[in-house]
T-cell receptor
Framework: GAGVSQTPSNKVTEKGKYVELRCDPI?????LYWYRQSLGQGPEFLIY????????DSGLPNDRFFAVRPEGSVSTLKIQRTERGDSAVYLC???????????FGPGTRLTVL | KQEVTQIPAALSVPEGENLVLNCSFT??????LQWFRQDPGKGLTSLLL?????REQTSGRLNASLDKSSGRSTLYIAASQPGDSATYLC????????????FGTGTRLTIIP
């Protein structure tokens, strides 16, 4: 596709449930990033992939959060035992090369009831 | 730890005026700085990327400057239009090889017709 796509656009779940959020980067982009944005705040970094490997996962808040990128393209952010505090917009971005301009997807709005 | 500040948090100006948005960062050891706009309920659109070795970048009516030593960047918008109304975010990347972005909280711009 022309840009970064994310699915679903909205996800409502109950506390304690497991969720998966998907990101399709721009074709050919080797770097992929996940951020989380709470209302009225700027996005906060979660994890960065270069190819298939997580180059920096220092932003993941705890071990309930995990992300994969098995073939170096699509990435999935997985959240176990969701909590109400996980409610936010989860943004994905990709860049053509290390240190390049980052292009963002429309985000997934996660609501944990 | 890098901190990015954007002042003011909100700004309203009449259509046609030129305006400046400010961004400051605490650690001058950055690799690049990127300006984004975000429309309500949407993802981020990249506007300009300035490498640490550059002083400014221009795109159409937008001009971004960077003074790395003083930890400041400005985004200049010429001849503002109602379509420019959005939240503007600046973000810095720490180092080559550490491309995660640290964002400010944004300036919400309203252009009054």
């Amino acid at each position: 596709g022309a840009g970064v796509s994310q699915t679903p656009s909205n996800k409502v779940t109950e506390k304690g449930k497991y969720v998966e959020l998907r990101c399709d980067p721009i074709s050919g982009h080797t770097a992929l990033y996940w951020y989380r944005q709470s209302l009225g705040q700027g996005p906060e970094f979660l994890i960065y992939f270069q190819g298939t490997g997580a180059a920096d996962d220092s932003g993941l808040p705890n071990d309930r959060f995990f992300a994969v990128r098995p073939e170096g393209s699509v990435s999935t952010l997985k959240i176990q035992r969701t909590e109400r505090g996980d409610s936010a917009v989860y943004l994905c971005a990709s860049s053509l090369r290390v240190g390049g301009e980052q292009f963002f997807g429309p985000g997934t709005r996660l609501t944990v009831l | 730890k890098q901190e990015v500040t954007q002042i003011p948090a909100a700004l309203s100006v009449p259509e046609g005026e030129n305006l400046v948005l400010n961004c400051s960062f605490t650690d001058s050891a950055i690799y690049n700085l990127q300006w984004f706009r975000q429309d309500p309920g949407k993802g981020l659109t990249s506007l300009l990327l300035i490498q640490s070795s550059q002083r400014e970048q221009t795109s159409g009516r937008l001009n971004a400057s960077l003074d790395k030593s003083s930890g400041r960047s400005t985004l200049y918008i010429a001849a503002s239009q109602p379509g420019d109304s959005a939240t503007y975010l600046c973000a810095v990347a720490a180092n080559f090889g550490n491309e995660k972005l640290t964002f400010g909280t944004g300036t919400r711009l309203t252009i009054i017709p």
